[in-house]
């Protein structure tokens, strides 16, 4: 008999523990030195992804993804235009 991987949750459908790191990165967003309206933004689209059906492997990439891009940037996200950066 084969037996399927799980997660430390007992959920076979995220046996990498996407869910989790998607979790962390959202909490840990909160502990970030950037402006507010700029996790704000994060947040919401993160629950835009899930509202597109994304699963929590692509939305937790995306999530640090966007937080690692803030860190780098001289410049809240709004402010952000091709000729400053």
């Known amino acids: 008999m084969v037996y399927g991987t799980m997660?430390?949750?007992g959920d076979p459908a995220d046996r990498h523990g996407y869910r989790i790191r998607l979790?962390?990165?959202?909490?840990s967003l909160h502990n970030e030195s950037f402006p507010?309206?700029?996790k704000e933004l994060i947040?919401?689209?993160a629950h835009h992804?899930?509202?597109q059906g994304l699963g929590y492997s692509r939305k937790a990439k995306v999530v640090f993804a966007l937080?690692?891009?803030r860190r780098m940037l001289?410049?809240?996200f709004e402010a952000a235009?091709?000729?400053k950066l």
């Open 49 to 51: 992804m899930s509202a």
């Open 36 to 38: 507010k309206e700029d």
């Open 7 to 9: 997660n430390a949750e």
């Open 67 to 69: 937080v690692v891009l």
């Open 43 to 45: 947040e919401r689209y």
């Open 81 to 83: 235009v091709r000729r």
């Open 23 to 27: 979790s962390s990165a959202l909490k």
């Open 74 to 76: 001289r410049v809240p």
